[in-house]
């Protein structure tokens, strides 16, 4: 996939939980019935649970517990401190390989993308949802949305995390088609 790196993800989402105002945290995100801090637990857990599990080829908890505090007062020093074992843990892993996670193995070229997905989508999620407006960079929008195609074409895949397809017209942005085809209502 051209576009953003894994690591261009992660400093964008990490620029703006450091704009994340403890004020806000209470609030409600657009994503799930989640607060911004509930957000941000996940986004954190989720990098985390990567940093410990790539290097073992398991991702046992892909989706760790929102209501447990992983940051206190400073999110992006949390995250900022988990990302960069991922990169490497990536960088080291097998490209013909594929990772474990809980609902089966996934080739290392897939895998190796889902946090890139997750850093741009819950990047946007909380940018929208605390005031930083709703455009993610163009060369993270675009990878993200061609891996969500793929990911989830078949509606069966999306789950409870995603929606059906939001129409947007033609001349919609990247960042527009991408939330739309997760059905989140863009800006």
């Known amino acids: 996939m051209s576009g953003a790196s894994l690591q261009d993800g992660f400093e964008w989402a990490s620029g703006v939980m450091a704009n994340v105002k403890p004020d806000q945290m209470p609030e409600p ?3 799930h019935d989640w607060t911004v801090r509930m957000l941000l637990n996940h986004m954190i857990g989720a990098v985390q649970a990567f940093a410990e ?6 991702i046992s908890n892909s989706q760790p517990d929102v209501t447990v505090d992983l940051f206190g007062d400073d999110p ?7 990302w960069p074992r ?3 843990a990536w960088e080291a892993a097998d490209p013909d390989g594929a990772t474990e996670f809980p609902w089966g ?8 993308q889902l946090m890139l997905f997750e850093a741009a989508v819950h990047g946007w999620d909380l940018a929208r949802s605390t005031g930083q407006g709703d455009t993610i960079p163009d ?3 675009q990878p993200v949305l061609a891996l969500s195609t793929m990911l989830f074409s078949d509606p069966a895949n999306r789950g409870h995390d995603f929606g059906l397809p939001i129409e947007v017209g033609d001349d919609a942005s990247t960042t527009a088609r991408l939330v ?3 059905g989140r209502q863009p800006g």
């Open 76 to 82: 992006a020093a949390a995250y900022d401190a988990a």
């Open 139 to 141: 060369d993270l929008a």
């Open 86 to 88: 991922v990169v490497a």
């Open 29 to 31: 995100s657009t994503c």
């Open 105 to 112: 193995p996934v080739p290392n070229a897939v895998a190796s």
């Open 180 to 182: 739309a085809y997760l």
């Open 53 to 58: 599990g790539v290097p073992q080829g398991r």
